[in-house]
């Protein structure tokens, strides 16, 4: 597997200064779960329906970096991205159907307080910076995804038959997932050489590991949550 972005690139020197961080987030307990099929049920229904609500807050930065995009060009990038977000909105509510989710009772749910912790940081990192700010804010969702994917496919731990979580391995280890990562992190790079990313990246690293961290903190609410339903974590049943 090729890591993401160039040798000597930002995307690169933020995750190997922040890899304490990255490698918590990355081979979290929930993601080993996916990888050997042995997440609870309980947890990933309940990252589901977060996940659907994060996904609409994600679309606001997304869309608060059409606002602060660096050129016409990347405004227009930006414009399809949240378009895109917006139609995995409808796709993701799809997916949950598959899992017994009702739609009525996903968009009733509130925020977690981890999704409302991660997603309103994200946008304070926009509105308080500049595009970079924003664009390592958004990584560690974006590219980790990808990392994430690839690392579980290439894991010894890695169970095919049987795993009730193989197509959402599949989706993000595709290859139009894939490719959204390495442009994300391509961009990151170019941002870095034109808003001056090294001589900042004491502030960007801080960024970039507190990104880590709360999505390290969206795992955990689904293992929570699945404790509080099944405390002897019993494994997942295919749905």
Known sequence: MMPYGKDGGLYRTLRDVAAAEWEAYCWHSFVQGLADGTLPLAAFRRYLVQD??????????EALAVVKAESLAAMREKAGVVQAILGETRLHLD?????GLDEAAILAEPEAPETVSYTRWVMDAGYTGDILDLEVALS?????YGEIANRIEAHPSRVRSGNPYESWIAMYAGEEYQSVARASAARLDALGETHG???RLPALTRLFAQGARLEADFWQMGLNAAREVTPNLAPAMAP
């Open 52 to 61: 659907y609500l994060f996904l609409v807050q994600f679309a606001r930065a």
């Open 140 to 144: 560690p969702c974006t590219i980790g």
């Open 95 to 99: 997916y949950c159907r598959d899992w």
């Open 197 to 199: 990313g090294m001589s």
